[in-house]
């Protein structure tokens, strides 16, 4: 299979077996990686065609998958450049949307399925903000082929629990998704901007930063992405350690990266707003950029945070979403 290498913001399921990935490790799948432009930050459309005419020239058959998608995931995936090319060599063609696939299902980002892949798997707790879970899309041509790949071959049981739940986020999706989805990607910009202002050097400058729920920080002038990442903690403030491009090549490491990854999908959820990044902003450089000592950040984040307590993009009380689902399959 062909996907994005982990400095270019690939996930660790899709990794290879010599940095214990679990596409090679567990299945046993070898792993290339898409050819990225780290300036526009995404896929590299000339150079990945030419990258998979030279495997299929060694074998003609070894290619057999093509997966977007990605965990540090800025901007849309070029599915519309690479999908006849990809089809033409009979490569088939998935979409991993678990960090974007509530920005998906809010009519943000890009349409995977209808932009024309085959197969979207999605989690269901990042932007789309339901319990802890996977799901596969696709179309019915491939589905006894997905069942039998998902039991046995990588679950046994289904988790009853938590169906209940996820049924309520969908409604929720459907109800509000449109404008939890677009305020999450103004919000990421607006942190994006102010955090630039403050002097952070962030990724995809050249395309304004972020389409997405994320940002991507070069913090290697400051630290390390490890310790920083720590740091903000102590202060109250979780963010992801994040390898960049070009870490690997200037000898960091993934528990000390050149990078930090900053999300604004559950704070726009507790219903800040554009003003409020700016706020978020400061805390978050007067500690990269100021040093000052997390533990007196932290009373501040959490006097900032009091005004923020209540869950929006959501039904009011607890029936509403049983009575939405019955309204709109009647
Ligand atoms: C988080 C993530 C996963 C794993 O999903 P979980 O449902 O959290 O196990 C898979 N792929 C990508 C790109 C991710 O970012």
């Avoid at 049981?157 to 305020?183: C, D, P, T, W």
């Avoid at 400051?222 to 090549?249: C, F, M, S, V």
């Amino acid at each position: 299979m062909i996907a994005l290498a982990i400095p270019s913001g690939g996930h660790i399921s899709t990794g290879r077996k010599d940095f214990s990935g679990t596409a090679g490790l567990v299945h046993g799948l070898q792993v290339d990686y898409f050819a990225f432009d780290k300036e526009e930050m995404n896929i590299d459309v000339d150079k990945t065609k030419e990258k998979v005419k030279e495997i299929i020239k060694v074998n003609e058959s070894e290619l057999k998958m093509a997966m977007f998608g990605g965990s540090m995931f800025l901007f849309p995936h070029p599915i519309n450049d690479l999908r006849d090319f990809f089809t033409e060599h009979g490569v088939f063609i998935c979409y991993d949307s678990a960090h974007v696939s509530g920005l998906i299902a809010g009519g943000e980002f890009q349409d995977p399925l209808r932009e024309g892949v085959q197969a979207m798997t999605l989690s269901t707790h990042k932007t789309l903000p339901g319990p802890q879970g996977g799901t596969v899309l696709s179309f019915n041509k491939y589905s006894d082929q997905i069942k039998k790949a998902v039991f046995p071959g990588n679950t046994s049981n289904h988790h009853l629990h938590s169906v209940a739940a996820k049924a309520i986020v969908f409604a929720e999706m459907i109800e509000f998704g449109r404008e939890y989805a677009s305020q999450t990607v103004k919000n990421a910009k607006a942190l994006a901007e102010a955090l630039h202002d403050k002097g952070l050097r962030l990724l995809g400058e050249k395309n304004g930063f972020t389409q997405s729920h994320q940002m991507a920080v070069d913090i290697s002038e400051q630290g390390d992405g490890g310790t920083l990442e720590k740091d903000l903690e102590n202060a109250n403030i979780i963010a992801n350690r994040q390898l960049l491009p070009g870490d690997i090549q200037a000898g960091r490491h993934y528990m000390h990266p050149g990078g930090l990854r900053f999300g604004v999908q559950e704070i726009t959820r507790l219903g800040m707003r554009e003003s409020e990044m700016i706020e978020v902003a400061d805390l978050i450089t007067k500690i990269i950029i100021g040093k000052e000592d997390p533990k007196n950040i932290k009373q501040k984040v959490t006097d900032f945070r009091k005004d923020f307590q209540k869950v929006h993009y959501a039904f009011e009380d607890s029936r509403a979403a049983y009575d939405y689902l019955k309204i709109r399959t009647i």
